[in-house]
């Protein structure tokens, strides 16, 4: 609670009892207080919004360089000052018509620190200790439960666009990544085709002519380089395919035949398992 030092007599007084202090010891004298954390001074009706002031480790920090105050982690404090932000939202807002009498009870509970955030401790507290009729209490709180939800809708709202943008951010930066690795895959043009187009030879006279190619196929060598260019490893159907597509490049063939993709699966393992530089982690291949 905020502590206050009359600046006429030298009295100190509770924030909710300046009002008082004014009305019966210095009776007739402008209202001049200072705060006794922060030592600003307050002239009028100034103290009212002065509603948190700097504590004493913090007071103390200032004055020595070497001491560094914990921040405080009043949770209950932090929901009273968002207590006392729709309070003055209301009276700011030209929304809710206040009549003189419900701005009257909305200025005096600014200057409350300890306002129940509950319906019933509500009504109990502004009728006991701040004589408020129940019927005014009951207008107060519908009033502070409508900007309460008000706020909580807004909240959400934004906190739903904040993840709306999030997912997009990533989804685009997702994209991005496989174009470059789909570019990163062109490592050459594609050889010319002769324009004389020679006649297609039957299948089964091709196979040995791309078996003989096959041994020539640098399999640790083209392994390697394509898990090189994965920091955090690839993974083994991934690396397949691209190795696949290599491999059918090597052999001049658009499509490997059924006997041709057999043997290129049993070679892909083989070779996998020899390669040294390599690492199968479950279902990713890693560099060592």
């Not at 009498?101 to 009728?127: H, M």
């Not at 005014?136 to 519908?142: H, S």
């Not at 991934?238 to 049993?266: I, P, W």
């Not at 892909?268 to 560099?287: H, I, M, N, P, Y």
Request: with cysteine; aromatic share 6%; net charge positive.
């Amino acid at each position: 609670m905020v502590f206050f030092t009359c600046n006429i007599c030298g009295e100190s007084v509770k924030k909710p009892s300046v009002e008082k202090h004014y009305q019966t010891r210095c009776r007739g004298n402008e209202k001049n207080v200072s705060c006794m954390d922060c030592l600003k001074d307050f002239y009028g009706e100034e103290y009212v919004a002065h509603t948190k002031c700097i504590s004493e480790a913090q007071k103390y920090a200032n004055q020595n360089q070497s001491f560094v105050a914990k921040e405080s982690r009043n949770k209950n404090a932090q929901k009273q000052e968002s207590w006392m932000d729709i309070i003055r939202a209301i009276l700011d807002s030209s929304e809710y018509n206040l009549t003189p009498a419900l701005r009257t009870a909305f200025q005096r509970l600014q200057s409350v620190d300890n306002v129940p955030r509950k319906r019933a401790k509500f009504e109990n507290f502004v009728g006991n200790c701040m004589r408020m009729p129940r019927q005014q209490a009951t207008q107060v709180w519908d009033i502070l439960e409508k900007e309460l939800n008000k706020m909580k809708e807004a909240k959400q709202e934004e906190l739903a666009r904040a993840k709306a943008a999030k997912e997009k951010a990533l989804n685009g930066k997702t994209e991005k990544k496989d174009d470059t690795e789909v570019d990163a895959e062109e490592e050459a043009p594609p050889k010319k085709k002769s324009k004389v187009a020679a006649e297609p030879e039957p299948e089964s006279e091709a196979a040995p002519e791309a078996s003989e190619s096959s041994n020539d196929f640098d399999w640790p060598t083209q392994l390697a380089k394509i898990v090189a260019k994965q920091a955090d490893g690839i993974f083994l159907e991934k690396l397949k395919k691209k190795l696949l597509k290599k491999y059918s490049k090597h052999v001049s063939v658009d499509e490997l035949s059924e006997k041709q993709a057999k043997k290129f699966h049993k070679r892909f393992e083989k070779q996998l398992k020899l390669c040294a530089t390599l690492r199968l982690d479950g279902d990713l291949v890693k560099s060592c």
